[in-house]
């Protein structure tokens, strides 16, 4: 008889799992401006530099790490976001996996700079292949900046898997324009190439939306607000006549996160009934509400699909309250700036 299992060692396991975490430049994008929002910043800036191909940059003003954690942070399943399994059930964090920088920091060159309030130096830390190649002090501002640099430079089957810049670029937009709807009130900036892309003033949710989208959106937003004991419901929907061909403006967010949905996507148009031209979709910004005990968020690496408890009812409501306010729109339309 002979032995011949053995466990991975690290390099090679966070390697694998980057292969669920991080599909494309994107992926990486997303994890960053969470984690930034999760460290409670004002003021979050993303640089890019061809299509994040070669540098995936995020700058935040958030609480920093002290120099132990700025280590801890690229270890597998290491996280200051939850610490037992029932919290799992009642996660208020947009991360708790703890594997996104272990995963980054397994297929790409990282340099982390971050410095707490608190203390006069900060931590700089390069990081190559999940091996860590320098550790500084330096004197830096409060916050952190995680610069993510040459992607997938050791799985070159996975870099050349990459699309064109102008269609990661789209991907990366599509995840900036989701954070940077689910927090109105938190400042963005993107720079792509040394051009500004986005700049977006700390605001409220119809202004953030007319500045993602154009001046144009103002006039067709519907106010929804409705409070229930299950679910608060909150946002807007463009009115029918602006409904297009193409899908894209769609977006839920489920305790200020961006979520997939086609059964409640069905409960919109379901409630805009009658109102839409035949294979034409409505825009919609709906932001939901509901008990953090009430949602699974573990289903997927990704956290974009969740299960819900009370789907049943979350349906029967949005249905009912998004078809109330179009109904309203039509007596009075509301056009108050200040929402
Ligand atoms: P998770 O977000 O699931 O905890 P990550 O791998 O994304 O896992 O991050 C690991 C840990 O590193 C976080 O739990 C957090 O403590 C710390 N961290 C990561 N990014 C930042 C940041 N921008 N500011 C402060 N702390 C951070
Ligand atoms: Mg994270």
């Known amino acids: 008889m002979s032995d011949i299992i053995q466990l ?77 399994a029932e919290d799992l059930f009642n996660l208020n964090t947009k991360g708790f996996r703890g594997e996104a920088l272990a995963s980054i920091a397994a297929i790409a060159h990282v340099e982390l700079k971050t410095k707490q309030d608190s203390e006069e130096l900060g931590t700089c830390i390069k990081i190559e292949g999940s091996k860590i190649v320098s550790q500084d002090f330096i004197s830096t501002s409060k916050g952190t900046s995680i610069a993510v640099k040459n992607l997938f430079y050791n799985i070159p089957a996975r870099r050349n898997f990459l699309k064109s810049d102008t269609v990661e670029t789209r991907h990366i937009i599509d995840e900036f324009q989701r954070v940077a709807l689910a927090h109105p009130n938190i400042a963005f900036l993107m720079h792509h190439n040394d ?11 119809r202004k953030r939306i007319v500045s993602v989208f154009g001046t144009k959106m103002n006039e067709k937003l519907v106010p929804i607000n409705e409070q229930t004991d299950i679910v608060g419901i909150e946002g807007f929907v463009a009115k029918p006549e602006f409904s297009k061909r193409k ?84 007596v009075a339309p509301v056009l108050d700036f200040n929402r």
């Open 8 to 84: 991975l060692p690290d390099h090679v396991a966070n390697q694998i799992a980057a292969g669920e975490v991080v599909q494309r430049p994107a992926s990486v994008v997303k994890e960053l401006l969470e984690n930034a929002i999760d460290a409670g910043s004002t003021n979050i800036k993303l640089l890019l530099k061809d299509a994040g191909k070669t540098l995936i940059q995020v700058i935040d003003n958030g609480k920093g790490m002290s120099t132990t954690d700025a280590r801890m942070s690229f270890e597998r399943h290491a996280t200051s976001k939850i610490q037992k």
């Open 195 to 205: 051009n500004e892309v986005y700049h977006l003033k700390s605001s409220n949710l």
């Open 247 to 330: 899908r894209g403006e769609q977006f839920f967010f489920v305790n200020d996160r961006f979520i997939k949905s086609s059964y409640l996507n069905h409960a919109v148009v379901n409630a805009f009934d009658g109102l839409l031209e035949q294979g034409s979709h409505p825009s919609y910004f709906l932001y939901l509400t509901v008990p953090a005990n009430t949602i699974d968020i573990n289903i997927h690496p990704t956290k974009t699909e969740i299960k819900f408890d009370n789907e049943k009812a979350l349906y029967a409501m949005l249905r009912a309250t998004v078809k109330h306010s179009l109904g309203q729109y039509n």
